[in-house]
């Protein structure tokens, strides 16, 4: 069935590298994914839409410098957290529709910024 | 305040209990309501879906919807232990859920 396959599930590095997260949709295309970001006991906060082929539409408050968003193919968007600093340390999430309304989730990313 | 507001808990209950969850909401253009269940360190599954007001069953779930007193919950029969989690309430305004404003969840604990 649809998946929503996210990688790496736990990513330890340290400040000032940057970290590439990647999603990928399996056995369906997906135009539109949806990156977000989850504190401990907080909810999920939508940081951008990630779009293929064109530029990703950030939320207020997100930095488009600091969180590289890139969407090049309908089975493949991928989050690079530049110059990573501790503060950036939290769980990423994406999501990808497969027609509708409904949302599939991948299976989110733990960083961990020392 | 929040748009969505959510009890975090955390709620405990032995097994075969019955489960409510709850979410209250101020954004009246909200008119799509979602409940998400989410295991520690994992992205969430989505459980329940249901349009404007009313009810919705699947299974040992029940969702209700009261748009006049924008409030919307979740039932749970004869809880489980697997269905420890959290669990999230999210909305929308249209069919893009990406977009949804999500509550801060209700932490589930089911006691064998």
């Known amino acids: 069935g649809a998946v929503v396959s996210q990688h790496p599930s736990r990513v330890i590095c340290k400040s000032g590298t940057s970290v590439k997260i990647e999603c990928r949709s399996l056995d369906f295309q997906a135009t539109t994914m949806f990156w977000y970001r989850q504190f401990p006991k907080q909810s999920l906060m939508l940081m ?9 539409t950030y939320e207020q408050g997100v930095e488009k410098d600091k969180f590289l968003i890139n969407h090049a193919s309908l089975t493949l968007s991928t989050l690079t957290v530049t110059s990573a600093h501790p503060e950036d340390s939290s769980f990423y999430i994406c999501s990808a529709s497969r ?4 949302l599939l989730f991948g299976s989110g990313t733990q960083l961990s910024v020392l | 305040q ?20 709850n979410c209250t909401y101020s954004n009246s253009a909200f008119q799509y309501f979602m409940w998400y269940r989410q295991y520690s360190r994992k992205g969430p599954e989505l459980l329940m879906y249901t349009y404007s007001s009313g009810n919705k069953e699947d299974g040992r779930f029940t969702a209700q919807v009261d748009k006049s007193s924008k409030y919307i919950s979740l039932f749970i029969r004869d809880s489980q232990p697997s269905d420890s989690a959290t669990y999230l309430c999210a909305m929308s305004e249209n069919t ?5 404003t999500f509550g801060d969840g209700t ?3 089911v006691k064998p």
């Not at chain 2, 893009?96 to 949804?100: F, H, M, Q, R, V």
């Open chain 2, 96 to 100: 893009n859920a990406g977009k949804s």
């Open chain 1, 48 to 56: 951008a839409t990630s779009n293929e082929g064109s530029k990703a």
């Open chain 1, 99 to 102: 027609g509708g309304e409904k």
């Open chain 2, 107 to 109: 932490t589930l604990t």
């Open chain 2, 2 to 21: 929040k748009e969505v507001e959510q009890d975090p808990g955390p709620l405990s209950v032995p097994e075969g209990a019955i489960v409510s969850l």
